[in-house]
C-alpha cells in the first residue's frame, strides 16, 4: 500500500522535512563556524534529524509519483524513479557522520566539509515546490521566486559564515556579534552597495580571492533578481493588463473623435461590468480552446444551472442537457438594449443568467419584468412565428441564448423526448 | 442623498484629504524623532486633522460606490462596501492618540509608534488612484508609477526618521541638519551608491541590523524601480513602436529590393500621415472589436457628419442614418491614385471626409474638384450604369464608400423613404 | 522660396548648428565655473555664435515643414509651426546675454545662470533626430539612444561644473585637474559604483543637498540606461530572434521525433538559404499588408524583371505587366523536389528568378537545363494540355508562377493583346 | 580537396585554436605589465603559436564555407570570402611581432602594443559561435550569453593589467599578488559595489581617467549582463510558460466557476500528460508552419511506424504510405472518453500510437483490449455500415484517425493497389 499524492499527512510531513532541513543548512555552518561545543543538546537534534531523514527514505519508496500525468502505484517504478532522482542526496543527508567522526577521530570540529554534507538536503525544496504549487495554488512564477529568495538568504548565511571562518585567527573566539558583522558585510556586497567599512586585509590573498568571488556571484544573482522581479509582476497581472490597454485603446480613440461624454462613461462603465464579472475572459473562447474531451463537461458545468430551470427540460435525460448546454451561446446586453423587436422573425430563446429585462407591446405597454433564471422567446423554437413582444434590457444582461437549428438538431436524436 | 462619484467637490475633498494625509506622514515621525515640543500650532493642527479625517468617515458611508460596474446609491450598500475596505484605516487615522496620551500618561512622548498610527491614513492614496486616472485621463501605468515614487519618498523619509532615531543618544539635542544628513545618508544606501562616509557604529548592534534592513528593501524597491520605469516606457508608446516597427521592415524591404527612391519617399509620406492623422488606429478595426452594443453607437458617431451633408438625407430618420453609418468602409487615397475609371461598372457611392478629388471626362477633361464634404457616383446607388467619369485624388484623401447592396438593404426597410 | 527638407545645406546647417549648441554648452559652464577670463577669443566665438544662431532663426521661417504628412511650402503656415514649436527656444539661445551684461554691469561673472542660458539650443538635438534618422537610415531606437547617451555625457558634464562651483572656496584659483576630480566624482556616483573617496563635506549642507540629487537623478538615468540598452538590443534583431525561434523549435520537434539526420540537416540548411536570401520576410505577406495604392506598386517592382524577359511580354503594355506582376506568386524549391510531372493536368506557368532546373522526359531522359531568367511550363497558359515532361531543382529555386485564370483574366481586359 | 564543415578534425581544431588564442590572450598583457624574462619557455611557446596559426591560415583556405545555405567546396569562393572576413586579423596574430623586435630593438618590452596585437585572434571565437552552436545543440541564446562572458572575463583581466600598469612605479617589481589586488579592483569596481579600498591616486590625473574609463564600460557592460541574463532566462523556457500560462488560466476559470474537483484534477492530469509527452508541441501545428518541400517528409517519418503494421499495407508501396501519412489526424483521449459508438455512422479508422482502448459490443460486453500498434474501425474505410462495436479509451491515448474520404483519394491514384 501506498501514500497518496494528495495525503494530507504527506503534505504535512513534506513541510516538517522542509522545516528541518532548514535548520540544518542554518544551524550546520553556524555551529562550525563559531566552534561551540556538541552539548547534548545536539546530540539530541543529531538523534531526531537522523530518525526523520531515515523515514523520509521510506516514504520515498512508498508514495505514488506521476509519470506522464499518471500517478503510479507500483512500488517498482517508484523506486525506480526515486533511485533517479532523490535517493542519493536523501542517503547522504541521512547517515550521520558527526556520529562516524565522533569515534573514528577525537577532534571532529575538523572535518568541517564532511560534517555540512547533510546541509544537501535542503534542495529538496525544489521538489516541494509542485506540491506547493498544487496546495496554496499559487502561481507557479511567485514559486519560483519564492524558493530563489529562499535560496538567496540561505547563501547570503553561507557567504557570511565562509567570510568568519577566512577572516578569524586561530584561536580567537567568535559570538553571535561577530557573525552579524559578517551577515552585515556580506548583505552591503551582494546589494552592490558596498560602504567599504568591511573590506578584505589585503595582505591575506584568501580573503581578497573570497570577496571577489561573493562580489561576482553577488552581481549575477542581484541581475538575476531584477529580472525575475519585473517579470513576475508582469505575468502577474498580463490578463488585467491587456484588458487595460484595450480601454486606454478605445478611450484614446473616442476622445480624438469627438464622442459625447455620456457614451465615453457607457463605455467605461461596460468594461469595468465586464472584468469584475469575469476578468475579460470570455467563455466561449475558453471553451473552444480546450480539447475536445473536456468542452462537453466544461459546458454542461457552465450551463446545466441555466437550463433545469426550463419546466419542459426538468425530467429531461442529462444527456439532453449536455447536449444543449454546448449549443448555449452567451450575450452581454446593456441598460437600454434592444434584445429583440415586436413584428421580427424569430430564431433564438434566451436564458437570463444575471439581469432583468422587460416585455413590451406595442398595445398594453410593458407587459412583464424578468430576472435571473428566466427565460423568454421559448416559442421561437418550437413555431415559426413572429416576435410577439419586445425585450429590452433594463440592467446589465448575461444572457444565453439557444438557436433553432441547435435545438432541432439535438431534439432530433432524442426521439422520446420530442413528445 | 449620496454625492455623486462624479461630483466636483468629492474630487477636490479628495485632493484635500491627500494633502493632509502627506502632511501627517512627514510631520508625526519627524515631531517624534527631533523631539520638538507639542506646541499650541501643533494642538490646532491635531484639532483640523482630526475634524477632517472624521468629515472623511462621514462622507465614506454617503458616496456612490461602484459594483460590478454599477453605480450604486443604496446606502446600506455602501456602508456594507466602505466596511470592508476602508472604514478601519480611517477610523485609526481619526482617533486622536495625541490628546487620550496627553490625559493618560505623563510623558506622551514615549508612545511614539501609537502616536503615528495617524500615518496610516497615507494608504488611501491607493483608493484615490482611480479617480485620478478618470479626471486626469493619464495611462493606468503612469499613474501607478506615480503612486510608487510617491511611497518611495515617504520610505525616504521614514527610513531617515528611523536611522535619526537609532543613532542618537538619549539627551543630544537633534536639528534639521542631523535630519538632512540622515537623509543624505538613505539615499546614497538606497541608491545602492553607498559611499560608505557614513555607517554603522559597528559596536551597537542595532545600528547594524537597521543597516542591513535598509540595504535589502533598497536593493528591491530599487530593482522594483528599474524594472518598472522600463515598462512604462514601453507601455506608453506601444502603439508608435508598432508602428515604426512596420515602416522599419517596409523600408528595409524597399531598400533590399532596390526600390526607386521616389517610391520609397511616398510610402514613407504616406505613412507619416496615416500616423498624424490617425496614429495608426484603423475605425474599422476598433469598431469590429467592440460589443454589439457599442458598433451602432460608435458608427453613429463616427460616420454622421459625412452622412448628414447628402441633401436626400437630410430629412431622413435619424435611425436611417444611424444603420447607413454602420456601413460606411473608409479608404485612403494618396495623391494620383485613380478612384474609379470612366466606363467602369459602378457600386460604391463616395462621401469626402478630407481631401480634394477632381473629376476629368474623357471629352472635357476636368470637370469638377470636389473636396472635404462632397460626395460623387451616388447615380451608381440607383441606378445600374457605367461610371461617366474618372476621379482621381489629388491629395491624401480619406474617403468613405457606400455600397450598393448595403444601401438597397437599408432602404428596403424604410418603405417611406424609399419615394 | 523655402528651403526643401531634403536640401543638402539643410542637413550640413542642422548639423553645424548642432556642433555649435554642442561647444556652447560645454564651454559655457566650464567658463563660469573655472572663471577664466573673457579673452578676445571669447569675444569672438560669441559673435559667430550670435551671427550663426540668428541665421538659424531666419532659416526656421523658411524650410518647408511637414504637416500631416504634406510638405508645406506655404511661409504663413510654417512660420505658424515655428511659433509653436522651436522660435523661444531659438530666440533665447540668440540673445548675447553675455555682452548685454558686460555693458550693463561691471562683473559680469555673477550672473552665472543668465549667461548659461544660451545652452537651450541643445535642446534642438531633439528636433534633428528625424533628419538624421531618414539620412543615416538608422533604426529609430539606436538614434533615440544616441541621443539619450548624448545627453548622459552633458549632464555629467553640468554635474561636474555644479559640484566644482559647490566645493570651491570663494577666492581658489581652479584648474582643469579640478574639473578633472569633479568629473571622476559625478562618474563614480552616476555608475551608482560610489567610491566614497570624494564625499560631501557634511558641515555644508548645500554639497550634501547637491550629492542628493545628483544620487536621486543619477540612480533613475542609470536605470533607464539598462531598460533602454535591453529593449533597443532586442528590437535590433527581433526578425532574427523570431527566426531562431522557429529553427529551435523544428530542430526540437525533429529530435524528439528521432528524425534522420540528413533530413534535420536539409531542414537546417534550408532556413539558413532563406534567412540569407531575404531576412524572414515574405513577399507574398509584406504586399498583403500594404495599403491598396502601394501594393501594385510593389509588385511590379518586384516582378517585373521576372516578365519583361517572357518574348511575347516585351513589347506589352506597362500596364499589363504590372497586372501580371500583381498575380505573380512565389514559391521556394529545395533541392531534388519535382516542381510538376510528366502527364499532370497543368495551370501555371512557372519563372525562374534564381537557381536551376531540369527537364526530364520519359522517353528521352535530361531534355534541358533552365536557370535564372528561364521560365517554362508557358503552353498550360494557352492550351488545356498534360505535361509534357517533368521538372525538378537542381538547386534552391526562387521561382514564381502564374496560373491559367489569372492569365485569362489580365488577358481579357486587353482585346488587342490577345493577337 | 577541401575539409568538409562536418568533419572531426576541423572541429577539435576550432576548439585547440580556440585554447590558444584565449591562452595568448591571458598570457600576453601579464607577461609585459608584470614584466617577466622572455625565457626559453616563452621562445618555445612563440614558436607553437606562430606554427598553429600559420597552419590556421593554411586551413581557412580550405575549408568548405556556407554561401546562402549552400556548401561552397570552390576553393576561388572559399578565399574570396575568407579575405573578406578573417584572413586580416589571422595574419596579424600570425606574425611573431616579439621575435621581429628582438632582432630589431634592445629593449623589446617597450613595444608593449605591437606584441600585444597577437590578441586579436581571441576574436574568432564570434567565427566559432556557429558550429558550437551546431555541435552542442545549445540555443543560440546560450551561446551568445556564454561568448558573453567569455568576453567579459577577458576584458576584466585586460583592465586589471592596465590598472598594473598604470599605477605601478618604473623601477618597481611586482608579482602575482600585486595583480590579485589589481583584479579585485576591478571586480569590484565592475559590478558596481566599489567599496572605496583601493581608489586612484588624484595627484595622477592618468589614474583618475582610467578609472573613470572602467567605471563607464563596467556600468554599460552591467546593464547590458543584467538585460541578457533575464531575456536568456525568459527564452529559455517560453514554451513552457505559455504551456503554464494556458493551465492557469483554465485553473482560474474553473475555480471561479466551482467546478467539481474531480473534473479540476482530471484536467490538469491531462495538461500534465500533453506537457511530458509532446512539450506542448502540436504535430499538425508544427507541420503546417513548414515549407511544402518538407511537409510530406516530416509526415512521413512521424507516421510511418503507424502505418507499416497494417497487414494490408505492408507490400504497399512506399509512395502510397507517404500519401496516408499526410492524411493521418492525431487525437488525445482521456482515461473513459468514448472514441466511437455502437450503431454510428463510420467514417475514420483508428491507429493507436500509445495507450489502450477497450471494445465493447452491446451483447458481449468487452470483446477485446487493444492498445500500442493496433487500429480499429477499418471497416468503416471499405464499407458504408454503421459500427458494429463501442470503443472506449482505458487510458491516455495517442491515436491517428484517417478518415474515408483520404482514403479513397488515395488509393484511387494509385490503381494496382485496389486490387
Not at 418550437?382 to 413582444?389: E, P, S, V
Request: aromatic fraction near 14%.
Amino acid at each position: 500500500m501506498t501514500i497518496d499524492h494528495d495525503n494530507r499527512f504527506k503534505i504535512f510531513w513534506e513541510f516538517f522535512i522542509g522545516i528541518l532541513a532548514t535548520v540544518v543548512a542554518i544551524e550546520f555552518p553556524l555551529r562550525i563556524v563559531l566552534g561551540y561545543e556538541i552539548m547534548e543538546f545536539h546530540a539530541y537534534m543529531n538523534a531526531i534529524i537522523t530518525l526523520c531523514f531515515g523515514l523520509d527514505i521510506y516514504l520515498g519508496f512508498n508514495t505514488n509519483t506521476q509519470l506522464q500525468g499518471k500517478w503510479v502505484t507500483d512500488k517498482r517504478i517508484i523506486a525506480q524513479k526515486y533511485y533517479r532522482k532523490w535517493f542519493l542526496i536523501d542517503l547522504l543527508a541521512f547517515i550521520p557522520f558527526d556520529w562516524i567522526l565522533c569515534i573514528w577521530s577525537s577532534n571532529p570540529t575538523s572535518y568541517a566539509l564532511l560534517r555540512s554534507i547533510r546541509m544537501i538536503k535542503v534542495f529538496k525544496m525544489f521538489n516541494y515546490r509542485k506540491t506547493w504549487m498544487h496546495i496554496l495554488s499559487f502561481n507557479d512564477s511567485i514559486i519560483r521566486l519564492g524558493v530563489f529568495l529562499y535560496f538567496i538568504m540561505l547563501i547570503t548565511h553561507w557567504f557570511s559564515c565562509g567570510w568568519l571562518y577566512i577572516r578569524s585567527d586561530e584561536d580567537e573566539i567568535l559570538g553571535i556579534n561577530d557573525y552579524i558583522l559578517s551577515l552585515y558585510w556580506c548583505v552591503t556586497t551582494l546589494t552592490t552597495i558596498g560602504y567599504g567599512d568591511i573590506t578584505p586585509d589585503k595582505t591575506k590573498i584568501s580573503q581578497v580571492l573570497y570577496t571577489m568571488i561573493v562580489q561576482v556571484l553577488g552581481a549575477g544573482t542581484y541581475g538575476y533578481i531584477i529580472g525575475n522581479i519585473a517579470s513576475v509582476l508582469a505575468s502577474l497581472n498580463i490578463a488585467k493588463a491587456h484588458f487595460i490597454e484595450r480601454i486606454g485603446k478605445i478611450n484614446t480613440f473616442m476622445k480624438a473623435q469627438d464622442f459625447p461624454i455620456t457614451l465615453q462613461r457607457k463605455v467605461n462603465d461596460y468594461y469595468s461590468y465586464l472584468w469584475e464579472t469575469r476578468h475579460g475572459d470570455d467563455d466561449v473562447n475558453m471553451i473552444s480552446n480546450l480539447p475536445e474531451s473536456f468542452r462537453l463537461d466544461f459546458a454542461y458545468h457552465l450551463n446545466k444551472g441555466v437550463l433545469e430551470k426550463v419546466p419542459v427540460l426538468k425530467d429531461a435525460d442529462e444527456t439532453i442537457i449536455q447536449d444543449l448546454a454546448l449549443r448555449l451561446h452567451p450575450h452581454v446586453f446593456v441598460h437600454g438594449d434592444t434584445i429583440f423587436s415586436e413584428g421580427e422573425k424569430g430564431h433564438k430563446m434566451y436564458f437570463i443568467q444575471q439581469g432583468t429585462v422587460e416585455i413590451l407591446q406595442k398595445e398594453h405597454g410593458r407587459v412583464a419584468i424578468l430576472s435571473n433564471g428566466d427565460f423568454f422567446g421559448e416559442i421561437s423554437l418550437l413555431l415559426d412565428t413572429n416576435r410577439n413582444a419586445t425585450v429590452r434590457a433594463l440592467d446589465y444582461c448575461d444572457l444565453y441564448s439557444l438557436d433553432k437549428k441547435s435545438f432541432d438538431g439535438v431534439v432530433s436524436q432524442y426521439p422520446e423526448f420530442e413528445k
